[in-house]
């Protein structure tokens, strides 16, 4: 069974910091790219940052790009998100996902396969 354990959401101030944690189980975690995709109220998915399991090179949405930082811990089956510089247009759900295709962390119309319960980020003004 597949299982997503994800932590690390909730209140921050503009300008301040957040850290996501996702451990994950049930897959194995080498066959999959692993990443973070958000979800704010009345919009669509965007991915934001994701790790190529192949060449480990890493992905981020220019909306975060310079701001947030991804890594992983292989051996745990765990990939972070660390949030800085935080804006209101970062509240949002923010969801970590696995999927076989890069794309579906970059173009919204491609599928992940899996992803967590999601966590609540909520970045005030």
């Known amino acids: 069974e597949v299982q997503f354990v994800e932590s690390g959401g909730g209140l921050a101030q503009t300008g301040g910091s957040l850290s996501l944690s996702c451990t994950a189980s049930?897959?194995?975690?080498?066959?999959?790219?692993i990443g973070w995709f958000r979800q704010a109220p009345g919009k669509e998915r965007e991915g934001i940052a994701c790790?190529?399991?192949?060449?480990?090179?890493?992905y981020y949405a220019p909306s975060v790009k310079g701001r947030f930082s991804i890594g992983s811990a292989h051996a745990k089956g765990t990939v972070y998100l660390q949030m800085n510089s935080l804006k209101p247009e970062d509240t949002a759900v923010y969801y970590c996902?696995?999927?076989?295709?890069?794309?579906?962390?970059?173009?919204?119309?491609?599928?992940?396969?899996?992803w967590g319960q999601g966590t609540h980020v909520i970045v005030s003004s």
């Open positions: 049930g897959f194995l975690f080498d066959d999959y790219h």
């Open positions: 996902a696995v999927s076989r295709q890069i794309m579906g962390f970059i173009d919204k119309d491609y599928d992940l396969d899996y």
């Open positions: 790790i190529n399991s192949e060449t480990d090179s890493t």
